[in-house]
């Protein structure tokens, strides 16, 4: 069976922390699924990740190697660094519901760059165009508490949600069946399909549930 891998176009960790909600990470070469707690200890701001795939080398793929063949396609991540972790770990992924931009910015960057995607702005802070917190289309939803809104748009439901879970002892590289999606960004690609059976290709969102993302400290 062969097996073909093509390389993200975009990617970019969101922060829901007060001071980085606006904070852009576009070219980072890490993307972290973290929690930061507050001085007091009573509140905690997660992060999230967007990854994008060229629509270009997906009809590659289709168009040139599979064909008409049946296939699997898989979301792979790899970890470099784990720190106090939970016993068990789940990882949500999405399809993500509208376009994004990656920006030039770096989470050590004095000054921060906001010229790309945040937890707040799907752009930047200049077109300050915000993702939806409510009015959302068909299918479409976001989470967030508190003063943390924003943090992404997706699609949610029966076919649009793929979970990952890993205990201490698992190998904590993320390998992901998202044929699903697939299916529905080629869908829209090829034979112009719209929802529910073909979507935009806007690529991924990884996050935890809810009920993890904002509860106790859970890196």
Same mark, same amino acid.
């Given at each position: 069976m062969a097996i073909y891998k093509i390389f993200p176009v975009n990617d970019a960790?969101?922060?829901?922390?007060? *001071?980085? =909600?606006?904070? !852009?990470?576009? *070219?980072? %070469? @890490?993307? %972290?699924l973290t929690e930061q707690q507050s001085n007091t200890g009573t509140d905690y701001y997660p /992060?999230? +990740?967007? +990854?994008?795939?060229?629509? $270009? %080398?997906? =009809?590659? @793929?289709? =168009? !040139?190697?599979?064909?008409? !063949?049946?296939?699997?396609?898989?979301l792979q991540l790899y970890t470099t660094e784990n720190r106090d972790l939970a016993a068990t770990q789940t990882i949500e992924v999405y399809p993500v519901s509208g376009a994004w931009d990656n920006g030039t910015g770096k989470y050590l960057n004095d000054p921060s760059s906001s010229n790309g995607v945040s937890w707040t702005?799907?752009? !930047?802070?200049?077109?300050?165009?915000?993702?939806? $917190?409510?009015?959302? /289309? $068909?299918?479409? $939803?976001?989470?967030?508490?508190?003063?943390?809104y924003g943090g992404g748009n997706w699609y949610t439901g029966s076919g649009f949600i793929n979970t990952a879970s890993f205990t201490l002892v698992d190998n904590l590289d993320l390998d992901i069946n998202v044929t699903n999606v697939v299916q529905k960004y080629s869908a829209s690609l090829f034979t112009s399909q719209t929802y529910p059976t073909g979507i935009t290709n806007n690529g991924f969102i990884l996050k935890r549930p809810d009920s993890e993302e904002f509860g106790a400290v859970n890196q």
């Open positions: 960790t969101i922060y829901s922390h007060p *001071l980085r =909600q606006d904070l !852009n990470t576009g *070219l980072d %070469e @890490v993307l %972290e /992060s999230r +990740i967007l +990854i994008k795939f060229k629509d $270009t %080398e997906i =009809q590659d @793929v289709f =168009q !040139n190697k599979i064909g008409a !063949n049946s296939y699997s396609a898989s702005y799907r752009d !930047n802070s200049t077109a300050a165009t915000a993702w939806l $917190t409510s009015s959302f /289309s $068909t299918g479409v $939803t976001a989470s967030f508490s508190g003063s943390a």
